[in-house]
């Protein structure tokens, strides 16, 4: 799972524009969890099952898992137990959450990567300032934007 968690490509000398890559690649496959695979993000999020966390992986895909075992995470942790609230609430109104929770995450991970790269103050704010400019990924799920 490591290696799925990590920003794709090689090499030492990363971007912005790589952390902007690796952004939108991670939210298309939360969007797609959200939307066109909603039917089976739902049954993954099994509310019997151990908190489970949405994660947005840099191949635009998604998985439901538990969080990383390692402490501290390599990578920042998404939204844990995303399952528990699942049946107790309306089904667009969960959604949503894990929606918010999502873009929150997401935010997370492309500044800790600004961060870990060793990004100058001009590099940082140019991430700032390009996800910033970003739809929110409940913007993008139906009826709920």
């Known amino acids: ?19 902007f890559r690796d952004f ?6 939360m969007i797609k969890a959200l939307t066109t695979d909603v039917e089976k993000f739902y049954q993954q999020c099994d509310p019997e099952k151990e908190n489970l966390c949405l994660y947005g992986l840099p191949n635009e ?15 920042p942790e998404p939204a844990l137990g995303i399952n528990f609230a699942r049946d107790g609430m309306d089904e667009k109104d969960w ?9 929150a995450w997401l935010l997370a991970v492309a500044f800790y990567f600004g961060a870990r790269f060793g990004f100058d103050k001009e590099s940082r704010y140019c991430i700032f300032l390009g996800l910033s400019t ?9 009826t709920l934007g």
């Open 1 to 19: 799972r490591r290696s799925r968690l990590q920003m794709d490509g090689g090499g030492t000398h990363r971007t912005p524009e790589d952390v």
């Open 24 to 29: 939108r690649a991670r939210r298309a496959g």
């Open 61 to 75: 895909t998604w998985e439901v898992n538990l969080p990383a075992e390692e402490v501290p995470p390599e990578l």
């Open 95 to 103: 959604l949503s959450l894990v929606a918010v929770h999502s873009d």
């Open 134 to 142: 970003r739809k929110q990924a409940r913007e993008d799920l139906p």
